[in-house]
């Protein structure tokens, strides 16, 4: 590591925070070897999943392979089955122009329960897809080797995303139907086939996310029919503008569509969508709908979607997740008005919103009472009119506006790719809705939304090396996760409640799933609490930590101090979000030319006899516009009287005299009393490069990072305590292996250095990439670029960096 690159880690670090309030995590958890892998030698792209809580596996789908699991540890492996590429098709394949290896694979992407024993499976098959039926008995996996025709239903394209869904025995996919993934296709494969018409106005070069299934048809007055929605983001067509833009929408159609009888032959009748709107802090072009989950709920009417968005441009670092009711989007598709293409001068079509009458019965609308009453009881009898004004019409004027107006979460840093939402019943008898976000470099932000406020309770990470979580699922029953990724599967239970030791962390985590147990004197589990037991405490919105008993006072460690050596004192904080206050003699200390307070703990350099006295470190955390303080280490120094006088040298504490022993300090258990010899000259930091001692080079390079930018923390004065705070916590999680830590900041480098632009531009003003403020329903503002070719980047979702 270059002292430059350290410098822009360091600097970027503090940077990054300064301008972020709810992108912290209140805890992070480093990779754990406890974690419940999967991966075989030689395979990858573990990307599709069907979880089969009746057969107690989970079925896993990776490039050419097919596993079923344990459900309850993935780990074990009960059959698996291999579907190859023949030589023949790859041949074929590589003739058409595409990378033998790379795309003239068969990458699994449809895994479907038909019944009891019987699952449908897709794969690319060599840019030539192909299903099959597939069964799990006796312990064993087997393809049927009926093959069929996969086209619509499976991308030819690895690389490109796709939903599809089994409702009953008919397959609902969005996929591309070509090999040249031009011509894209919402297809139901059944008995009656039916599909999209092939127009820009029905789908513009879409990228398909989601679909799921809604039974609206329970209980309905109106007599209406099921619906399948389905998400994805397109080229809007109802902005007028200079570049491609892209929106993201919201489609639906009904169940039970057969088509219409002379328009729309083995087309869609009821094929609606709306564009969605999820706002973000800053103005900026509409942001991509990434992925989606339906919380379902026994009344349809209250299942919400939940919807992660990351920005159109490359160079914002900001997603979100917005959600919106199953309701709020059946009222704009059932009551809103429709949009309608205008030829404005010779051959220009604007899109704007449709005045005049609308046909009965109401275009786009499933079979209905009004629609029978009226004597159509299936599509096929509906009139012209009603199916060509659909036909030129499929979208709707007004945006689907997110459930409580705003995104739920916000969040800066690696983007966001996948979610699901668990519903959980906490101790207050109400329900919170967690939500499991995966990362593009292969965490899980476990994140709750508490009235408003955004909460991230934890980032755990789940893979070794960064990489994106290509396919979350979440079984609620069993309180598992499963992660996908290119390199293997991971299981993650929803919830540890025993990383919290303490009364107080307990309660500050504010995780719906636990509770302090103070008859066990532990934090646990809230289902695992028996019912009987009042003694539990769980304080989710208020974060009352007087319910906890008072907290043992902390013992001072007696510390040994050489004069002109550095001296290091140990101190971890519990959160992310909590400030380290270091006291000496009652005097609040500030990092300067002779303390160096950083992750760890503090740094005392070229100690001198001034130095002896009472050391305490506080983890001041704010809690409600309350700050909450605990003292979690305390220190007393002594003056070093030399090994002859004994008495004063305390167990634990390493005494190092010459400047080579810097090398030789331990790194693996660094004990209360590690001192570090020799002031630290600035013109020889590149040779801390090798002190295996990490911390302390960071701190030094920190000092000196402070004093470059002295300027700009002179401008952000307020800022200043915050940037430290993050310096603090960005790797105060990796605690415990000081090598691994060594190795965390360096994957973070890469973080840093996309986030280079963002950083950078509170600082200079004209670094301004705003173009389009797309706020607000419809209404949007213009302003001329100052720079046109930055646009030109703007315009598609690279399919393969989003997988
Ligand atoms: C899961 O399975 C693996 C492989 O058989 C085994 O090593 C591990 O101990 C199991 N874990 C649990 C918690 O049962
Ligand atoms: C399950 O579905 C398959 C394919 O449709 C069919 O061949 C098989 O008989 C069905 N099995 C049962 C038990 O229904
Ligand atoms: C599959 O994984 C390999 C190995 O990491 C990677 O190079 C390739 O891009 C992946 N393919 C897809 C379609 O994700
Ligand atoms: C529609 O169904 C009703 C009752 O099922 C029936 O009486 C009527 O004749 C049907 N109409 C058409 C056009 O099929
Ligand atoms: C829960 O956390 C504790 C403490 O960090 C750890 O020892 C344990 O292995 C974790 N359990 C699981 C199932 O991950
Ligand atoms: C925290 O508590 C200690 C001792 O109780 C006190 O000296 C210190 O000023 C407090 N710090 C804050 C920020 O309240
Ligand atoms: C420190 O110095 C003492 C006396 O000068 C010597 O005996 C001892 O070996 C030295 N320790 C180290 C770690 O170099
Ligand atoms: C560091 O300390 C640990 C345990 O205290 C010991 O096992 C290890 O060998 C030590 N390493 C070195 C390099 O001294
Ligand atoms: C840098 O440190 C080395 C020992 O680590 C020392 O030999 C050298 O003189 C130092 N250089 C300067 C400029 O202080």
Not at 343 to 372: D, F, L, Q
Not at 463 to 473: A, D, G, K, M
Not at 549 to 568: C, E, S
Not at 781 to 801: R, V, W
């Amino acid at each position: 590591m270059s002292l430059l690159s350290a410098l822009s880690i360091v600097c970027g670090l503090m940077l990054h925070v300064c301008f972020s309030r709810y992108c912290v995590p209140r805890k992070t958890v480093p990779f754990q070897n406890e974690l419940k892998l999967f991966r075989e030698e030689g395979i990858f792209n573990y990307s599709t999943m069907l979880m089969r809580d009746d057969l107690g596996v989970l079925l896993l789908g990776a490039r050419e392979a097919i596993y079923a699991l344990d459900i309850n540890n993935i780990s074990v492996r009960k059959a698996a089955v291999y579907w190859r590429v023949t030589k023949e098709k790859q041949r074929e394949c590589t003739y058409k122009g595409k990378h033998a290896e790379v795309e003239c694979r068969n990458y699994i992407r449809t895994l479907h329960k038909m019944n009891d024993t019987t699952m449908y499976v897709c794969g690319t098959n060599a840019f030539s897809p192909t299903c099959d039926y597939m069964t799990f008995a006796n312990g064993q996996l087997r393809l049927e080797e009926k093959q069929e025709e996969g086209k619509g239903k499976c991308p030819f394209d690895p690389f490109q995303r796709y939903s599809s869904l089994m409702v009953g025995n008919d397959l609902f996919s969005a996929t591309s139907i070509n090999f040249l993934g031009s011509e894209p296709v919402v297809l139901r494969s059944s008995n009656l086939a039916l599909r999209t018409e092939f127009k820009s106005s029905w789908l513009s070069e879409p990228n398909f996310v989601y679909m799921d299934f809604v039974g609206e048809s329970f209980e309905s007055p109106d007599g209406d029919d099921d619906k399948v929605y389905l998400f994805f983001s397109e080229n809007a067509m109802e902005y007028d503008f200079y570049s491609k833009v892209a929106v993201s929408r919201v489609a639906r159609v009904c169940k039970g569509d057969m088509g219409g009888q002379r328009t729309l032959q083995r087309k869609w009748t009821s094929f609606l969508k709306a564009r969605l709107d999820c706002s973000f802090p800053e103005p900026s072009l509409p942001p991509i709908v990434q992925d989606v989950f339906l919380l379902k709920h026994k009344n349809w009417r209250k299942s919400v979607f939940y919807a992660v968005f990351t920005p159109q441009s490359s160079l914002s670092q900001v997603s979100a997740v917005c959600a919106y009711s199953v309701s709020d989007i059946g009222e704009i598709f059932n009551e809103g008005k429709f949009k309608t293409p205008v030829v404005v001068e010779t051959s220009h079509v604007k899109w704007v919103m449709y005045t005049g009458e609308v046909p009965v019965p109401r275009p786009g609308a499933c079979i209905n009472n009004v629609a029978r009453k009226m004597g159509m009881n299936r599509s096929l009898d509906l009139p012209d009119k009603t199916l060509q004004f659909i036909r030129d019409r499929p979208l709707m004027d007004e945006a689907v506006r997110p459930l409580t107006g705003a995104p739920l979460l916000v969040k800066r840093g690696p983007l966001l790719t996948r979610i699901v939402v668990d519903c959980v019943l906490a101790l207050d008898g109400q329900s919170y809705d967690v939500m499991f976000i995966g990362t593009e470099n292969g965490y899980i932000q476990k994140s709750v939304n508490y009235a408003g406020e955004m909460f991230i309770i934890e980032e755990i990470q789940l893979t070794e090396n960064p990489e994106p979580i290509s396919i979350l699922r979440l079984s609620s029953s069993k309180g598992q996760l499963y992660a996908g990724s290119e390199f293997g599967a991971t299981q993650m239970p929803v919830s540890n409640c025993s990383r919290y030791e303490s009364c107080v962390d307990c309660i500050l985590a504010r995780d719906p799933y636990c509770a302090w147990d103070s008859s066990a004197d532990q934090c646990s589990s809230v289902s695992s609490l028996s019912s009987s037991s009042n003694e539990a405490v769980q304080s989710l919105k208020e974060r009352d930590v007087s319910l906890c008993p008072p907290p043992d006072p902390v013992a001072a460690v007696d510390f040994t101090l050489v004069p002109q050596n550095n001296i290091q004192l140990p101190c971890q904080l519990h959160s992310n979000l909590a400030q380290v206050h270091w006291r000496f003699s009652d005097r609040l200390l500030h990092s300067d030319s002779k303390y160096y307070i950083y992750s760890g703990g503090l740094l005392i350099l070229s100690a001198s006899e001034s130095d002896v006295g009472l050391y305490a470190c506080d983890s001041v955390e704010e809690i409600n516009g309350r700050t909450y303080n605990r003292t979690v280490a305390a220190y007393h120094l002594q003056l070093y009287s030399g090994p002859a006088a004994g008495g004063s040298s305390t167990p634990g504490t390493e005494v190092t005299n010459s400047s080579d022993s810097i090398h030789s300090v331990n790194t693996t258990a660094p004990g209360p009393g590690v001192l570090i010899e020799g002031p630290l000259a600035p013109e020889n930091q590149s040779d801390t490069g090798r002190v295996t001692h990490l911390e302390v080079a960071v701190a030094v390079l920190s000092l000196l990072c402070i004093s470059l930018m002295g300027v700009i923390f002179w401008m952000w004065n307020r800022g200043h305590w915050e940037c430290f705070k993050f310096v603090q916590s960005s790797s105060s999680s990796e605690a415990k292996r000081q090598s691994a830590e060594y190795m965390h900041i360096q994957n973070r480098t890469s973080e840093i250095k996309l986030l280079g632009p963002e950083c950078g531009r509170p600082c200079s003003a004209n670094n301004n990439h705003t173009a389009v403020d797309f706020k607000g329903n419809g209404e949007h503002h213009f302003t001329p670029m100052a720079n046109i070719s930055s646009l030109d980047g703007l315009g598609y979702i690279n399919d393969e960096s989003e997988i």
